[in-house]
């Protein structure tokens, strides 16, 4: 796992990156690999990997730390990254494996209230999407809503969105 980070952190090359993130995704499959993964900062380098303009890398990382994000010591780490997941599913083209990426990612992070505060402003984004997108990415956001919706202090920000 160490050498895997080293990798991703050391190349350029696209296609070396997505077949990294791909092999870090499916190791955090493990409880003991997410702990591993987290405690060599691979969780901050993974979450750089959202700022790539190579959409098939971003989706690659937002699914790896989908994986990781099954862990609460993870998920206080990968909150920092909530906003940008929320552009890059605002940004990426309706439906693609890009935005139900970072979708389930939400989803996850949106389980328990404490960072709901971060997806305030993507309310409407959502609501389009509910709207606006295939069946797939429908149920995708609704998941994201109904955890939303379990959070009283949501109630406000849930009704008055301007869709």
């Known amino acids: 796992l160490q050498k895997l980070i080293h990798l991703l952190q050391a190349t350029d090359d696209p296609l070396i990156q997505e077949q990294v993130l791909i092999t870090l995704s499916n190791s955090a499959a493990f409880s003991v690999n997410q702990d591993i993964i987290r405690n060599l900062d691979g969780l901050s380098i993974i979450g750089g990997m959202l700022l790539d303009c190579i959409p098939k890398v971003k989706e690659k990382a937002l699914n790896a730390l989908n994986n990781l994000s099954m862990n ?81 202090a949501m109630t406000r920000h849930l009704l008055s969105a301007q869709v």
Do not use: W
Request: contains cysteine; charged residues 15%.
């Open 72 to 152: 609460i010591k993870n998920q206080e780490e990968i909150q920092v990254f909530i906003t940008q997941v929320c552009r890059n599913v605002e940004s990426a083209p309706l439906n693609s494996d890009l935005q139900l990426a970072g979708l389930r990612l939400l989803t996850n992070m949106a389980v328990t209230s404490d960072y709901h505060h971060k997806m305030i402003n993507s309310i409407p984004c959502f609501l389009h999407l509910l709207s606006e997108g295939t069946e797939r990415t429908q149920i995708q956001v609704l998941k994201v809503l109904v955890n939303l919706s379990a959070n009283p």
